[in-house]
Every structure is written in structure tokens, then in C-alpha cells.
């Protein structure tokens, strides 16, 4: 009976060797088709984090950048109202050399007459230790003293201060 079914046998090993090779060929081109994919999506991956690290970095520059001219602002501001501080400071010193000028009376009386004229009638009008006048009266106080008024003439140059800065 083994004689017999020799060839029976024999068919089934050769279509279970066919059937095996088929079935490993499929398996090996699904593996290689699985391999590239994964290696089209890694590079998808790669190329996605290269585009995305790229878009970082230039929001991090421009960050970095804003804080940058934010600094360089708050300085150039500093020292804008480091000038404008000196020259106020010369201003009123300049100023209060008046007192040992010998017009300085004739100055006192005009500036008492400013202060009058500025605040109305009944203020009262006294003189500053720090040089110059103030009159006070209904409510009102004019500031007539020499530091006062350096520093109004200091305002009144307005954009003419810019000079200071912009050479």
C-alpha cells in the first residue's frame, strides 16, 4: 500500500513544497513591502522634525531677537533720561547762581509780579530759600523757584533735546 501511495504522497510533499515557497514569497515581498514603508515614514519623520526644529529655532530667533531690541531700547531710553537728567541738573545750577547776581532783586520783583499776574488776585507771595518765589492763596499755589523754572525751560526744549542723543 506504501508503493501505492508513493506518488500520492509524493504530489502532496511537492504542492506542500510549492505551497511553502509561494507563502514565503509572499511573506518575504509583505516584509520588504512593510521595510520600505517604514523607512518612507521615518523618513517622513525626519524630514517632519527637520521642519519643525527649523520652524523652532527661527521663533526662538525671533523671540530672542524681540527681547534683544526690548534691551537695547530699555538702555537707549536710560541713557536718553541719563542726559536729560544732566542737563537738568546744570540747569538748576546754572539757575541758582542768579542769587549772587546783583540783579537777582530786580529778578525777585519780577518774578513776584509773574506769580501774582499767574495765580489772580490775594495770592501771597514769598520768597524760596532755594532762590526764586512762590505765591499761595485761594486754593492756588504758583511756583515761581529758580529750580521750577530751569526745569519748565528744560521741557520747553522739547524735541531740541534730541540733539543731545542723536549725533
Do not use: F
Amino acid at each position: 500500500m506504501r508503493d501505492a501511495l508513493a506518488p500520492v504522497a509524493e504530489a502532496l510533499s511537492r504542492q506542500a513544497e510549492k505551497d511553502t515557497r509561494e507563502i514565503m514569497a509572499r511573506a518575504e515581498e509583505e516584509a520588504a513591502a512593510l521595510v520600505a514603508a517604514a523607512r518612507q515614514e521615518a523618513r517622513t519623520l525626519l524630514a517632519d522634525a527637520r521642519a519643525a526644529g527649523a520652524a523652532q529655532a527661527e521663533a526662538d530667533a525671533v523671540t530672542e531677537r524681540s527681547h534683544a531690541e526690548r534691551r537695547a531700547r530699555g538702555i537707549e531710553l536710560a541713557a536718553r533720561r541719563e542726559a536729560l537728567d544732566h542737563l537738568l541738573t546744570r540747569a538748576v545750577a546754572a539757575v541758582r547762581t542768579l542769587r549772587d547776581d546783583p540783579c537777582y532783586p530786580r529778578l525777585l520783583d519780577r518774578l513776584s509780579a509773574l506769580a501774582r499776574d499767574a495765580g489772580g488776585a490775594g495770592m501771597v507771595v514769598t520768597e524760596h530759600p532755594g532762590g526764586g518765589v512762590v505765591a499761595e492763596g485761594q486754593g492756588r499755589r504758583v511756583d515761581c523757584t529758580l529750580d521750577a523754572l530751569a526745569r519748565r525751560a528744560v521741557d520747553a526744549l522739547g524735541a531740541e533735546v534730541e540733539r543731545l542723543w542723536a549725533s
